[in-house]
């Protein structure tokens, strides 16, 4: 209640001096991740892979001994290049600490920090890794090769598991899964699993990969309830000390060494995503792909649905949204208070596009804790005949050819440009200009249509946009 009461303080003073009322607005709808729980990888299946681990460890002469634990873990998953959301990914599930079972399912569960953000069977099963999901459109990301595993730290190649099929939707107790095993110079292994098929590393057992090195892509095989990696960590090559890397007053077993680099908070609020859309995301039965009704062109007085994805959003937590006009000038903005502590959640709003609105690139502004995002949209008639548009502060070819030249008034203290298609995908920036005037991006590989260039500064303000004609052969 007192965030909240504070908040609506903050509110009250903002009108008065920024001469702009920030609405609070509820959210139209809602929706979270819902991560249903099977044992990463059956008993018999784990003991099976330890023998054979320790065979390759034997076989390939590699450390035997920790007693250092010296390994320092970098984040196992990255995004891929073509990859521009803000985050990607949530926890779903941590190392369970508490070794007590009493017959039924997530009965006795504690991670590293005390709480319950694990699992465990009533018979007898912990679970013995970090479990790392994909978010938003998870399935989305298994089919685009979206989120890659690395090597959390540099080692060598002991085994190698594929060919089994990487769209499992719960239990799946004879599945196989896919994965990669490492280990390192102080004699501890990491395991990484559920890869997708046919995705992983080319290198072979016993090669070297160094820290942050591609490994495979996060998907769902074995026995798993949709696509996340679960990274299980060693002290040891005989595979008998289990390491949690995240330390904590609960860690029963590394408890206070941390293992990674840079231990990220129990918590991070992180705005994973905005989406903008003709209608809500429409969710679908595990393995389908959920309907995005993605959309980043409109018309004047479309409708349109807002979407923002977070992962760890806490109780209470403020968003607020601007909707930006091409020239820079906000057209409306709200702040909404969102509700519970989630893993992974996202919150739509249905708005309208006015019907005034002016051709160009558009962009919706998200503020989330210490966090600013933003979506660039179009709005206007696309069609086959560019227009010429007149512009205050540069010049250049319309259309443009093989290399399109621009040249601005020295005033205007330009940081950055982007090129979108008509999609509002980027295909070209660049990004360190420093206020320079004059410069030329190569455009010889774009296919001949519209474009929309964008100009911003060094806050990222939007400066100028325009709408391009390439026309070269
Ligand atoms: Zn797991």
Redesign the pocket.
């Known amino acids: 209640m007192r965030k909240l009461y504070t908040f609506i303080m903050v509110c009250v003073f903002a009108s008065f001096s920024n001469q702009q009322i920030q609405a609070q607005a509820t959210p139209d709808g809602f929706g979270f991740y819902q991560a249903a729980q099977t044992q ?1 990888l059956l008993p018999e299946e784990r003991a099976s892979i330890k023998t054979q681990l320790r065979q390759a460890i034997e076989t390939l002469d590699l450390p035997e001994v920790n007693s250092l634990a010296t390994t320092k873990f970098i984040w196992p998953v990255r995004a891929a290049d073509d990859m521009t959301d803000p985050s990607f990914y949530g926890i779903s ?1 941590f190392v369970d600490h508490n070794a007590n079972f009493s017959g039924v399912n997530n009965d006795n569960v504690k991670d590293y920090n005390c709480g319950t953000r694990s699992y465990d069977s009533g018979n007898g099963y912990n ?1 013995p ?3 790392i999901f994909l978010w938003p459109f998870p399935w989305h990301k298994v089919d685009n090769n979206s989120v890659e595993v690395i090597a959390a730290a540099a080692g060598t190649i002991i085994m190698k598991m594929n060919g089994s099929g990487h769209d499992n939707c719960g239990n799946c107790p004879n599945c196989p899964w896919n994965a990669v095993y490492l280990s390192h110079e102080d004699g501890s292994v990491t395991w990484y ?1 559920h890869l997708k098929n046919n995705s992983l590393t080319t290198k072979a057992v016993g090669d070297q990969v160094a820290q942050g090195e591609y490994l495979g892509v996060v998907a769902s095989s074995g026995n798993s309830t949709g696509p ?1 990696l ?1 990274f299980e960590v060693y002290a040891d090559a005989g595979l008998q000390q289990l390491i949690d890397p995240y330390a904590g007053a609960c860690n029963n077993m590394n408890g206070n060494t941390s293992w990674w680099e840079t231990q990220k908070p129990y918590r991070e609020p992180t705005l994973n995503k905005i989406l903008m859309g003709t209608a809500p995301i429409m969710e679908a039965a595990c393995p389908s792909m959920a309907v995005t009704n993605e959309a980043t062109h409109f018309m004047p007085g479309d409708d349109y649905t807002l979407t923002l994805f977070f992962h760890d959003q806490m109780d209470l937590d403020n968003v607020g949204i601007k909707i930006i006009k091409p020239t820079g000038v906000v057209l409306s903005s709200w702040n909404s208070t969102l509700s519970n502590e989630i893993n992974g959640s996202y919150w739509f709003w249905n708005r309208s596009i006015p019907n005034d609105a002016e051709d160009g690139a558009w962009k919706v502004e998200v503020t989330y804790h210490d966090q600013v995002e933003e979506l660039i949209f179009m709005v206007g008639n696309v069609s086959s005949n560019a227009e010429i548009q007149v512009t205050a502060h540069c010049q250049m070819a319309n259309p443009f050819g093989n290399f399109l030249d621009i040249r601005c008034e020295h005033s205007i203290a330009i940081e950055k440009v982007e090129l979108y298609n008509v999609s509002g995908k980027i295909l070209l920036q660049k990004n360190t200009l420093s206020g320079q005037a004059n410069f030329t991006l190569n455009t010889t590989h774009l296919e001949n249509g519209i474009y929309f260039l964008v100009m911003k500064d060094k806050n990222g303000r939007l400066l100028e946009s325009r709408k391009l004609l390439k026309a070269a052969y």
């Open positions: 990463c599930n679970h890794g970090t479990d699993g996340h679960h």
